[in-house]
């Protein structure tokens, strides 16, 4: 089973120029399959955690961003790192705000005929600066933004 997913509303004239002042900026997913029980709690049956970072290198003007994935179903050996360097804002831009193709759970483990449905949410955070920069951009510390939970249609598998 895939997931795509898109945040909207996440690069606003702050945090482009939060990135910009090369103050590390990070964009957690987290992600749930869950399954429809009436007269019950709807059961999460996988979740999993997707960090990706960008720090900009204001001497060599490129973006440096890395991703990790955070799989429970996974042994921690096989959950993933990985990093890329770029120079273009753009690929930047639909790297951190798209999920494109994520693997949440192999189509074996969903029973055929229940509903279930995805629930996504995105956490948006910078680090703290060390001195002076934490006195000159004052405003970094304070750019924590967590969105709520974005629930997809109910679906079932034939």
Known sequence: MLLS????????????EIIHSGATTTFTYHIH?????????????CSK????????????KE?????????????ADKNTNSEKVTKDFDELKKWLSELDSVSLVPSKQIIQGNKY???IKADLK???LWFPFNYILFFVSFWDIITDWEVSSPFTID
């Open 126 to 128: 910078t680090t703290k």
């Open 63 to 75: 973006y440096r961003f890395s991703e990790e994935v955070n799989d429970p179903l996974l042994p």
């Open 5 to 16: 997913a898109r945040l909207r509303g996440g690069f606003t004239n702050e945090t482009v």
């Open 33 to 45: 399959l869950l399954r429809s029980r009436s007269g019950w709690f709807d059961r999460v049956e």
């Open 117 to 119: 449905y995805v629930s």
């Open 49 to 60: 955690t997707i960090k990706r970072g960008v720090k900009f290198d204001v001497l060599m």
